[in-house]
């Protein structure tokens, strides 16, 4: 499976923007997906999760209530809604699949994942 991520852009502070991730070949309809960012010269971090039937969800904290990690299995698409931008959400944004449950503890960490996109940039200005 290729996860093909879009949706990013140049934006102003407070401003909101919506990102995709959809398969180039394949299905991910049964798959955890999440969200990870990797500003310059820092370490790809976590962003939010969603389980393969939406039915969970989990997120950083420094994201919680800004975004929304969801899904249409009937469109094979996975979204991150990011309201309220600031500069600091300045980042590549990257999507992740694997297989089995979504369990907080390993949602966060980069090797639980088969599958990656090859990244959107999202730019916020002050």
């Known amino acids: 499976v290729q996860l093909q991520a879009s949706g990013g852009g140049l934006v102003q502070a407070g401003a909101s923007l919506r990102l995709s991730c959809a398969p180039s070949g394949g299905t991910i309809t049964s798959y955890t997906v999440s969200w990870f960012r990797q500003a310059p010269g820092k370490e790809r971090e976590f962003v939010a999760a969603i389980s393969w039937s939406g039915g969970s969800t989990y997120y950083a904290d420094s994201v919680k209530g800004r975004f929304t990690v969801s899904r249409d299995n009937a469109k094979n698409t996975v979204y991150l809604q990011m309201n309220t931008l600031n500069p600091e959400d300045t980042a590549v944004y990257y999507c992740?699949?694997?297989?089995?449950?979504?369990?907080?503890?390993?949602?966060?960490?980069?090797?639980?994942?088969?599958?990656w996109g090859q990244g959107t940039q999202v730019t916020v200005s002050s």
């Open positions: 992740a699949a694997g297989q089995g449950a979504l369990i907080r503890i390993t949602a966060t960490q980069t090797g639980r994942y088969r599958y």
